[in-house]
């Protein structure tokens, strides 16, 4: 089955940085959304996107669609030690139907103090 | 409290000794599935239902079985399980409004190891 490509595949970043990170597809989707794992548990859903260019933020989260339909990209702002897990983008392909998800190989982040 | 519930956490088994793994939701959602994850592969979906009584292979279907004979279990079935199955697996559930599915609600995930 066809899979995502997350980059990076893990960052180290410092307390207080911003971070980005982007997920890339050799096909269109109609529906992105991210997804956070932390250390133990399984992954909740932090945003959805469902209309290309469309730029939805969740506090101090902003993901983006990408224009083509076949990118899409998390930023975080001002990073704390909670910010700590693993991130996964997935991509639907056609929005509104009980199509299948796929998921990106995923985002390790970790926060230094 | 709205949840997905799976039995056991951590197991450790040999190869060929049937297990199953539990998998129970709370929310009167309509969909399941159960994924696994390995290092740098990121989530693969295994099997997944569209509501009880109605089951259909994923990306990694081969060496498990599933049922859903009620709306709120989702069992994974290995029969003979081998080496290549040890990995994390999780299930996941969502309600089909409007008829989608995108917006996944997980289980805590089960650790397997096949010896």
């Known amino acids: 089955g066809q899979q995502l490509n997350q980059s990076p595949q893990s960052m180290f970043i410092q307390e207080g940085e911003d971070v980005s990170m982007n997920c890339t597809s050799s096909?269109?989707?109609?529906?992105w959304l991210w997804y956070k794992q932390e250390p133990g548990e399984g992954p909740v859903l932090l945003i959805a996107?469902?209309?290309?260019?469309e730029l939805t933020s969740n506090g101090r989260l902003t993901a983006q669609f990408g224009i083509t339909r076949k990118d899409s990209f998390l930023n975080i702002s001002a990073s704390i030690p909670s910010d700590v897990g693993i991130y996964f983008c997935?991509?639907?392909?056609?929005?509104?139907?009980?199509?299948?998800?796929?998921f990106g190989t995923g985002t390790r982040l970790q926060v230094t103090l | 409290e709205a949840q997905v519930t799976q039995n056991p956490r951590y197991l450790i088994t040999v190869t060929g000794k049937k297990l199953t793994v539990t998998c129970s939701q709370n929310?009167?959602?309509?969909?399941m599935s159960w994924y696994r994850q390995d290092p740098g592969l990121g989530l693969r979906q295994i099997y997944y239902?569209?509501?009880?009584?109605?089951?259909d292979k994923g990306d990694v279907p081969e060496g498990y079985k599933v049922s859903r004979k009620e709306k709120r279990n989702f069992p994974l079935i290995l029969e003979s399980p081998s080496p290549n199955q040890t990995s994390l697996y999780f299930c996941?559930?969502?309600?089909?409004?409007?008829?989608?599915?995108?917006?996944?609600?997980f289980g805590s995930g089960t650790q397997l190891s096949v010896l």
């Open positions: 996941a559930s969502s309600p089909l409004m409007e008829g989608a599915n995108e917006k996944l609600f």
């Open positions: 996107l469902y209309k290309a260019g």
């Open positions: 239902s569209m509501n009880v009584e109605v089951t």
């Open positions: 929310m009167n959602h309509e969909y």
């Open positions: 096909s269109i989707f109609n529906t």
């Open positions: 997935a991509g639907q392909g056609r929005a509104g139907t009980a199509s299948k998800l796929t």
